[in-house]
């Protein structure tokens, strides 16, 4: 989705490099460069090495909120929990550290597989009721917080070891360390859609999910697969959120952990993914919360008020979804 | 008799109401006190509005997730402008109705027109309608409610009943004319029900569903006002916690998902059903942050009965 009217599905004419700049995710990049230039022109602060730092650092967090919708979105469902796993993980881990002890790679992997272990269990009862996945994850996001808050009585665990801090304050060339993890991420996905059959039976069981069960796909196990994957997507997301702030709050994510609903939609959908499920575009839902991120810190920077972002943001996801509805109008036009 | 009992849509969620209201009282006598019916009167006005917010587009087969944050928008401009511009009770209700109404046409409008899923084009108008009403109260609640307004929000009409039940009240009678008398309300019933055969009959969806959309802004911001009058306060984060409020009901009494088959009257004994059980958990000491374990119990309770139900259904209609 982007200003550049072109669409990957179609084959575009021309020579190898005016496909390339065809591309959405190219008119992503675009973007990002057009607004931070701009940005820069109001403020030099914007690429300061402080604002580079804490920019880079709310990229990790966003892009990985944006894949954990990603995985959800590639088979055709959505997910309202992804805050509340998120939460709920990093939880067990301020848990893990504060009151066992435990040393914090152990608890980093207990976390994450918390996340996958919720993500799976939407994915069952998906499959089982054949219900909606908005209609199960509406229930399990108030279960699964409901319940992380009534064990943890609210409390926030701030016995985060040092070494685990400093992770998230370290830099590496300006940047946060904390992207590491989420390029990392991103390489995986990369492989695991491209490259891989189960990444590929996924999208076919999001695409058309009769015509991939005719064709051997195990459609209802990849739906639990997809829902386990998101799960753990989202841990890591709170799991960076936790090592930025020091601590594991319960209210991090807001009420129910819907704070992450917007963002969590924005960049996998500035990225191209088509609702209905069967496309996605990880390097797109990458540059697309890239996109969200700057446009965020910039217009905080102008000082237009905390409280217009949300709105501003919203106006994004809306003249987004128009854009690409127009975009794909134009194409179908022209083809006739 | 019993066979109309048993076939109308709101006779089951009715008998859970009812059984589940002797049986808490069996328990703890101080359930049927006054004091008490009015408390549960006063939060079923409320939440009988938000529920039949969302009822009306479930009507139609979709989805508001800007109920609340509308719903909180209309309450604050309510509020303010009877304290900043001292506007009379009756003018900021009325203007603040008007936004809500504004606000779901603005929904409709957007996905009748563009064909968008209602999921995507709700998310964004929640973001921004939550955007403008923390940019218009930057956070802090405005307290300078008129004593009529406050008066209006907790008195009692007779007996245990407040006041707020009359509004309430009659929009339920509305609702109920609206889809089982006026042809409007088939044609939205029409719409979710199969959205293409009523195209072809004649039903133009787009418009069907702006008149959907904007009753669901029309409703969530009547419970935003009254919300405002019972609280004596308008709070910023009215509507934050009205999303799983607003499906629970409805599922509970039987609403069908997809769209076609709503009932307004079984949904009001959903929302007493949540109220009672919101209730009893105060009552028995249970902690509160436990309500929200129940309610997504409960969410999948009722939404797996449904689709038994319906199953069953579509077998007997084959046989």
Known sequence: MSL??????????????????????????????????????????????????????????NVMIGFSMMAVIATGGL???????????????????????????????????????????????EVKTRLHSFIVTLAT????????????????YRGIPASFVSFGRMKVMGLSATLGPTLVVAVALIVLYNFTRVGKEMLAAGAKPQAAMLSGVRVGRMIVLAHAISGGLAA???????????????SMAGQQGQDWLLIAFLGPVLGGAVLTGGKISVVGAFLGAVLVTVLSNGLLLMQIGDFWLQATLGATLLLAVLLDLARRKFLERRAQ | MARLISQSDWATPMIVAVSLGVLISLFNPAFLSTFNIQVLLEAVSINVLIALSQMVIIAIGQMNLSVGALGGLAAVIFAGLMEVFGLPPIVAGALALGVGLAGGFLNGLLIGLTGISAFVITLATLSIFKGLNLAITQAQPFYEIPDAVKHFGNATLFGPFPIIFVPAALIVVLLVVFFNRLPVGRWLLAVGGNAHSAELSGISTAKTVVIAHAISGFLAACAGV?????????????GDDWLIMSFAAPIIGGAILAGGHVSTVATVFGVLIVAQITQA???????????????????????????????????????
């Open chain 1, 4 to 61: 550049v009217t072109s669409d990957a599905r179609k084959p575009v004419r021309g020579p190898e490099l005016m496909r390339l700049l065809l591309t959405n995710e190219f008119g992503l990049l675009l973007l990002i460069v057009v607004f931070g230039a701009l940005f820069y022109s109001v403020s030099s602060g914007f690429l300061s090495s402080f604002n580079l730092n804490s920019m880079s650092r709310a990229a990790a967090i």
């Open chain 1, 79 to 125: 997910s309202l929990a992804v805050g509340a796993i998120g939460v709920c993980s990093a939880m067990v881990c301020g848990w893990l550290l504060q009151e066992i002890g435990l040393p914090w790679p152990y608890a980093l992997v207990a976390a994450i597989a918390t996340g996958a272990a919720l993500g799976a269990i939407n994915g069952m009862i």
């Open chain 1, 141 to 156: 996001m108030s279960l699964f917080f409901g319940i992380m808050i009534f064990l943890t009585q609210a409390q926030t």
């Open chain 1, 236 to 250: 890591i997301a709170a799991l960076l959120l936790v090592a930025r702030n020091g601590a594991a709050i319960p």
């Open chain 2, 226 to 238: 009254l919300l405002v009058a019972r609280l004596q306060l308008g709070q910023p984060t009215i």
């Open chain 2, 281 to 319: 958990l105060v009552l028995f000491h249970i902690d509160p942050f436990f309500v929200q374990v129940v309610l997504g119990l409960m969410i999948l309770a009722a939404v797996s009965v449904n689709q038994w139900r319906e199953l069953r259904m579509q077998r007997a209609g084959q046989e």
